[in-house]
């Protein structure tokens, strides 16, 4: 990983905008690239808040606020023609797949991704956008009643945030978090915290939010899920997971794959001050020392890591 | 795995009836449990039709034909009380934990176990019920609509049952199967084989239920399964199963473990001549060849084998 200066601006594509940078957040999924996870060797980042500098198919945009949905889909194929966008496996991904990231003064998105921000939204709360859709996505996925009974283990950037909108939805919700500022800032919330997995009681849970990204903590989600409960797996991980499918059948348990999510949900309970995530960002630093901040982003218990590129 | 004639018959506990057994079939599950898959040391045998000899507490039932379900519940933990009795951690189950199964003269079940069949229904086909309320289990836990794409994975006992679910649900059904007789016996129900999953076309499948038990056929169900998409797991695995928990999470697949199923509507579609499963017998022993019996339904590609006992 490294910082260049010398990179040249994304060219602009049909139907799309350009957006100069101003905050950018740093994700596990950035570490993941670093490590090698998925051949990508552009520029990274992909949470980001920023104002459009040109948009030729969409000329009222240009001045605005903005965060921008990451997934360029073709728009054509049978995938995104069943609504599967984020699916398509034409697409591009900011940051992430064929597609230069916010890690930069500037960086390239279709207009149709763009959100444009209330003016009331500060912009570093405004770089959680993209985390707190993922954190939707579950519920998209995964209806949860107010009765039903959750855990979500891990309690970095992504479990903090996935905390906050299951508390939202009224359910039980209880986290299991290593370290002691992620306690802290799950006991403002008012949700419970464990500290020690050995004390959870096991097959309880309805529902069971693994977003640790660990094989220790899919182990831990395994041994809270109740017979026929669900298991949200919210990280992405590095290597293989190994787990007994038979246990899985016979307590007839249900493993989901979720990933990216909805805006609009997320900007309403940002803007609405509903979800205030200002207290989970722990250090922000200027574009040129971005490599300082991808170290500091993967100290362990790191919470959330700003880089600012415009003022 | 041996053949004793010394057993003593089991004791009759509260509200439980005494069964004499005519006809058990032979499972997958048998054939692991004699491989050391869990440690069950009793009588053998889950599929089974008998007549009630003995009910203290539901004389009407004596003289009666019967299935049963082969999950004895406690009756009052908080399992039992969600509903999830064939999930108690109490529970027995028949020839599988802790209560003496159907590949003996005599066996004992609660009497709210045991559903007594219509007179029309052949003795051969009622020991299908079990199985078949297994591959009804599926529909349950995943709702499946008649435009579902919807691939078997695997055209043994239990694909076969699972096929024939699915295709009366309308949904377009394909079957992987490896063995001749498996697919001639699929192309009567009118079901598209696929004998090579390597021709398969990827990534476009609503529903895969892996009905294999083996991890590649886990792979193959993997491979075929559409981004957002679901995979049941039909089957009990021997050992563990190794996946990719990063490509989970970013194609947002649902895994769903399946189990034991409702009798109900498996004996009507067996009463009422929707399924016939009497193609699916291979061979029938008396019990004596009980032994021989589990050999045979051990070869690749046996399909049913069922043992006879009272006659």
Same mark, same amino acid.
Request: a negative charge; aromatic letters at 4%; glycine letters at 12%.
């Given at each position: 990983?490294?910082?260049?200066?010398?990179?040249?601006?994304?060219?602009?594509?049909?139907?799309?905008?350009?957006?100069?940078?101003?905050?950018?957040?740093?994700?596990?999924?950035?570490?993941?690239?670093?490590?090698?996870?998925?051949?990508?060797?552009?520029?990274?980042?992909?949470?980001?808040?920023?104002?459009? =500098?040109?948009?030729?198919?969409?000329?009222?945009?240009?001045?605005?606020?903005?965060?921008?949905?990451?997934? /360029?889909?073709?728009?054509?194929?049978?995938?995104?023609?069943?609504?599967?966008?984020?699916?398509?496996?034409?697409?591009?991904?900011?940051?992430?797949?064929?597609?230069?990231?916010?890690?930069?003064?500037?960086?390239?998105?279709?207009? /149709?991704?763009?959100?444009?921000?209330?003016?009331?939204?500060?912009?570093?709360?405004?770089?959680?956008?993209? #985390?707190?859709?993922?954190?939707?996505?579950?519920?998209?996925? $995964?209806?949860?009643? #107010?009765?039903?009974? =959750?855990?979500?283990?891990?309690?970095?950037?992504?479990?903090?945030?996935?905390?906050?909108?299951?508390?939202?939805?009224?359910?039980?919700?209880?986290?299991?978090?290593?370290?002691?500022?992620?306690?802290?800032?799950?006991?403002?919330?008012?949700?419970?915290? =464990?500290?020690?997995?050995?004390?959870? #009681?096991?097959?309880?849970?309805?529902?069971?939010?693994?977003?640790?990204?660990?094989?220790?903590?899919?182990?831990?989600?395994?041994?809270?899920?109740?017979?026929?409960?669900?298991? $949200?797996?919210?990280?992405?991980?590095?290597?293989?997971?190994?787990?007994?499918?038979?246990?899985?059948?016979?307590?007839?348990?249900?493993?989901?794959?979720?990933?990216?999510? #909805?805006?609009?949900?997320?900007?309403?309970?940002?803007?609405?001050?509903?979800?205030?995530?200002?207290?989970?960002?722990?250090?922000?630093?200027?574009?040129?020392?971005?490599?300082?901040?991808?170290?500091?982003?993967?100290?362990?218990?790191?919470?959330?890591?700003?880089?600012?590129?415009?003022?």
């Amino acid at each position: 990983m490294t910082f260049r200066d010398d990179v040249a601006a994304p060219a602009l594509g049909d139907d799309e905008a350009r957006v100069r940078v101003g905050v950018a957040g740093v994700c596990a999924t950035d570490l993941e690239l670093c490590r090698g996870y998925y051949p990508f060797e552009g520029v990274l980042g992909h949470e980001f808040v920023g104002r459009v =500098v040109e948009a030729p198919t969409a000329p009222e945009l240009v001045g605005h606020r903005v965060v921008g949905e990451i997934n /360029a889909p073709c728009g054509r194929c049978a995938a995104c023609l069943a609504g599967l966008g984020n699916h398509c496996p034409e697409r591009t991904v900011l940051g992430i797949l064929g597609r230069s990231g916010a890690f930069a003064e500037e960086l390239v998105l279709p207009v /149709a991704n763009l959100h444009r921000l209330p003016g009331e939204l500060s912009r570093e709360r405004a770089t959680f956008v993209e #985390p707190l859709a993922a954190a939707y996505q579950l519920c998209e996925q $995964v209806p949860l009643r #107010p009765t039903d009974r =959750v855990l979500v283990v891990g309690a970095g950037r992504l479990g903090q945030l996935v905390a906050r909108v299951l508390a939202e939805g009224g359910c039980e919700v209880s986290v299991v978090a290593r370290h002691q500022r992620q306690r802290e800032l799950l006991a403002e919330i008012g949700v419970s915290v =464990v500290g020690d997995a050995e004390a959870l #009681p096991s097959r309880c849970f309805d529902v069971v939010v693994e977003a640790s990204g660990s094989p220790s903590g899919f182990e831990v989600a395994r041994a809270a899920v109740r017979p026929r409960g669900t298991i $949200v797996l919210k990280s992405t991980y590095a290597g293989r997971l190994e787990l007994d499918a038979s246990a899985l059948v016979v307590d007839e348990i249900t493993l989901v794959g979720s990933r990216c999510g #909805p805006f609009a949900p997320a900007i309403r309970a940002l803007a609405g001050g509903r979800i205030d995530p200002a207290p989970l960002i722990e250090a922000v630093y200027p574009l040129e020392r971005g490599v300082e901040a991808l170290d500091h982003a993967g100290r362990p218990g790191a919470l959330k890591v700003l880089i600012t590129i415009d003022g």
